[in-house]
């Protein structure tokens, strides 16, 4: 955003250098990015001066040029041949001495020298209108009416202006600083001085066909203010109006346009100007039009509605995008005698979904969706009407429309312990108080303890007590909150370990270390995916303003774009992948929208690529279970577990994993009709987790202990079971079993065959025992093992092959 210093000068006194002003914007949170120096005359008739011709004669060898001399001011007068027809002696001119810079208008810049004309000396030059930027004409040469001494400056004669532009980073937040007026609220809280707001007069009505104003959707526009002016004049603005806009990059178009531009950067509130004569019966309606309903705006363009998109209309069809972008068929035209002035407040909500399904982002649309000032909107039209009517004409035909669905001031009670806790300094109350007054916050209800903050309208990004004292930090200076002259560990912020992006970053490189790469894939999907290759029974949400009928449907699963990713790959040629990919799926849930995050694992192909020293085994799917307990592991996720799960649209066989009972996830191998879909011919493994569910179980204690000194001894059984007998329920009966002395189990294999009944599984199982307080005797590992065999029997009717 672009702040000129000449029209910030216009509403507060400003006695800083630019350099102080700088600094101090920046500490207010209107970060100045730049300050840029620029002049209404190109060069600022540097070497230009006022001087007088004394003499006049033919040039002798040229028939349309003359020889002068000119008096500039000092003991000497120059010689100056000019072709210009009207000079004359006695006349007072325009000279650009030697040395000097021109920028005529429309040319390029050039040096004035001393040369020789058709053999005759010419030290300067009597300038012309256009030759020295001030405007277009060229008949002849500028003469003055002025009894200024020769030699003087012409600059002190013309005044160019100067200006300093000084951009702004605005923030997303920061609505009310979009204008010259919001940047001179904050100078104001800086230094108390007081804003010169423009003196709004008394506007004379003649009542002549007034334009009748409907609000039907209140909640679109809560405020509409109007005005009908008749008898103008379209014209190019007068030079001061122009020199404003041009000096924030803004182009003039002519007077009635050009005003209600200068109201929107000079106040902050933006205003439309309608042909009336193109209002059709007469009659202003705000209203949402039919899905599909098209129209044509200023750029010619034609757009296709939204059911959603606010409009202002006539008796028969939209006029404009309401806060965003006018008709072609209702602006304002040179042959415009006749004008209804718009200011209003629209909902920032319906302002920022127009701007985003249409691609289009204004300078009204900018102010809009960050949230006007709606008891602005009448004040800004008197004054709007003001400037109109002085630079454009006419008279004012109507009183005021002013329909208003009040927008009650937010209330934030809180205590000044909160200010003193959140700043990290115990400040005056007075002093919080008279900062927060300074910004024109109203403070009620005020006592030892605390008060209640009125938030003004202007300020909608103040909502809640740390945003009221984010006030009092910028304008009291965060630089003037001391640190300790030795800060240590004690005085820094404590950061919780397991905050979702650490986890996220602690994940990410655990699956990288592990030979995982991370894919990015879009949230939007073939819209094909949602039937032919369904894999759960979320409603898909639809794209509106899709930009390709390939990108439909915002995805309800992550794995279809896992598949594409891994379909891309093998095409060309690698095979062998292990993927990983934090993703979300969105899916309405009656009239709730619902995102939901998901840690995804894709593993296809071989363990690892061929190579001389082995052979290669393919991925199976104890690859991804490892890699998913180790993981867990890896967070502090412990007491983890498995449950077999039933053949789906997604696995054609897996598990679910659970923690602490509470499912985390499922894996498994995925359903071969679901990746001959994507014509993916090798088996894919994969792993979905609930990345909610993970966040709420990171961090679990770890338990350190000294090593024992003592040997470990291991010793094995071989169980018959039956096939549904898992090895983590043998897992869980050991452990119960001899929890005291068994450290860990070890499954070395799996035996399904001939020589065992058909319905019947063996494991072999190693069992490793110690005692961390001496050596362990036979005896007792015996015990321990037929204690242990007893419960297989009893719990399993496992048959023990010894």
């Given amino acids: 955003m672009k702040i000129s210093l000449n029209w910030l000068k216009d509403f507060i006194e400003i006695n800083e250098t630019p350099d102080e002003l700088d600094e101090l914007l920046t500490q207010t949170g209107l970060e100045v990015e730049g300050v840029e120096k620029i002049e209404m005359i190109p060069g600022g008739l540097e070497g230009v001066v006022i001087g007088e011709v004394l003499t006049c004669e033919k040039h002798p060898n040229a028939d349309k040029l003359k020889v002068t001399t000119v008096d500039i001011g000092g003991e000497s007068t120059f010689p100056i041949v000019c072709g210009a027809p009207n000079v004359a002696v006695g006349q007072r001119v325009v000279v650009a001495t030697v040395n000097s810079t021109l920028y005529p208008m429309g040319g390029d810049s050039f040096k004035i020298k001393k040369a020789k004309i058709r053999g005759e000396i010419s030290e300067g030059m009597i300038c012309a209108e256009d030759e020295l930027g001030l405007g277009s004409d060229h008949d002849g040469i500028i003469v003055l009416d002025t ?63 007034p334009i009748e104003v409907v609000i039907e959707n209140a909640d679109g526009c809560p405020r509409y203010s109007g005005v009908t002016i008749r008898g103008v004049e379209v014209k ?189 300094k115990a400040l005056p109350n007075d002093q919080i108080v008279s900062i927060l007054q300074s ?121 279809h774009s896992g598949l594409e990713v891994i379909r891309h790959n093998i095409n060309r040629r690698m095979p062998n992948l292990k993927l990983f990919e934090l993703s979300k799926t969105y899916h309405k849930k009656g009239e709730a929208i619902i995102e939901n995050p998901y840690l995804c694992l894709y593993l296809t192909g071989k363990v690892e690529e061929e190579n001389w020293m082995r052979p290669s085994s393919d991925t199976s799917f104890q690859d991804i279970m490892g890699a998913v307990g180790a993981l867990l592991q890896s967070i502090r996720i412990k007491n983890f577990s498995q449950e077999p799960l039933e053949p789906n649209d997604l696995f054609s066989n897996g598990l679910i994993l659970k923690a602490d009972n509470t499912p985390l996830g499922h894996m498994g191998t995925l359903q071969t009709k679901l990746t001959s879909y994507f014509d993916v011919k090798q088996t894919v493994f994969y792993a979905e987790l609930n990345w909610n569910q993970i966040m709420k179980m990171v961090g679990g204690q770890f338990k350190f202990e000294e090593l024992s000194k003592f040997p470990e001894v291991r010793r094995d059984l071989s169980l018959v079971v039956d096939k549904s007998i898992s090895f983590e329920r043998i897992q869980h009966i050991a452990f119960k079993s001899a929890k005291k002395l068994l450290t860990r189990v070890n499954i070395f294999s799996v035996y399904e065959g001939d020589k065992i009944q058909n319905d019947k599984k063996s494991y072999a199982v190693s069992f490793f025992l110690q005692d961390k307080s001496k050596t362990l005797n036979d005896k007792v590992i015996d015990k321990m093992m037929v204690g242990l065999m007893k419960d297989f029997e009893n719990e399993l009717d496992a048959i023990i092959r010894k």
């Avoid at 979009?178 to 003649?206: C, Q």
């Fill in 439 to 559: 910004l024109e916050i109203e403070i009620t209800k005020q006592s030892v303890e605390g008060f209640t903050a009125g938030v003004p309208s202007f300020r909608n990004d103040v909502t809640r007590e740390a945003d009221l004292v984010e006030e009092v930090l910028r304008i009291y200076g965060f630089n003037n909150i001391e640190l300790e002259e030795h800060s240590n560990a004690n005085y820094l912020a404590e950061f919780n370990e397991f905050e979702p992006y650490r986890v996220r970053q602690q994940l990410t490189n655990f699956l990288a270390g592990s030979g995982y790469h991370e894919i990015l894939t879009n949230s939007i999907v073939h819209p094909d995916y949602g039937s032919k290759a369904r894999v759960n029974d979320r409603e898909a949400i639809e794209i509106l303003n899709k930009s390709s009928e390939d990108l439909a449907l915002m995805k309800t699963s992550p794995v």
């Fill in 147 to 209: 009894d200024l001494p020769n030699g003087t400056p012409a600059a002190d004669y013309f005044h160019p202006e100067q200006d300093l532009i000084y951009e702004i980073g605005l923030t997303p937040n920061r609505g009310d600083a979009t204008s010259h007026i919001g940047t001179a609220r904050d100078i104001k809280a800086m230094t108390g001085r007081e804003i010169n707001w423009p003196l709004l007069k008394e506007l004379k009505v003649n009542i002549d066909r």
């Fill in 236 to 424: 190019e603005s007068p030079d001061w109006l122009k020199w404003r806009l041009r000096a924030i990059d803004l182009e003039p178009i002519n007077n009635i346009v050009d005003v209600t531009n200068y109201v929107c950067h000079g106040l902050g509130q933006p205003l439309h100007a309608f042909d009336a004569d193109k209002i059709k019966g007469g009659k202003v309606v705000v209203r949402t039009v039919a899905n599909g309903t098209k129209f044509t705006t200023l750029d010619d363009k034609e757009r296709t509605l939204h059911d959603k998109d606010l409009m202002v209309c006539d008796e028969k069809e939209g006029m404009c995008i309401a806060g965003v972008f006018g008709g072609a068929g209702s602006g304002i035209q040179g042959s415009t005698k006749n004008i209804f002035l718009e200011s209003a407040y629209f909902s920032p909500d319906y302002i920022r979904n127009s701007v985003q399904r249409h691609g289009l982002t204004t300078d009204a649309s900018f102010r809009f969706e960050r949230g006007a000032d709606p008891e602005r909107t009448v004040d800004a039209l008197k004054f709007a009407t003001q400037l109109i009517i002085e630079v454009a004409g006419g008279s004012v035909a109507s009183e005021i429309v002013d329909i208003y669905k009040k927008v009650e001031p937010v209330q934030i009670p809180t205590t000044f312990q909160n200010f003193h806790r959140l700043i990290g």
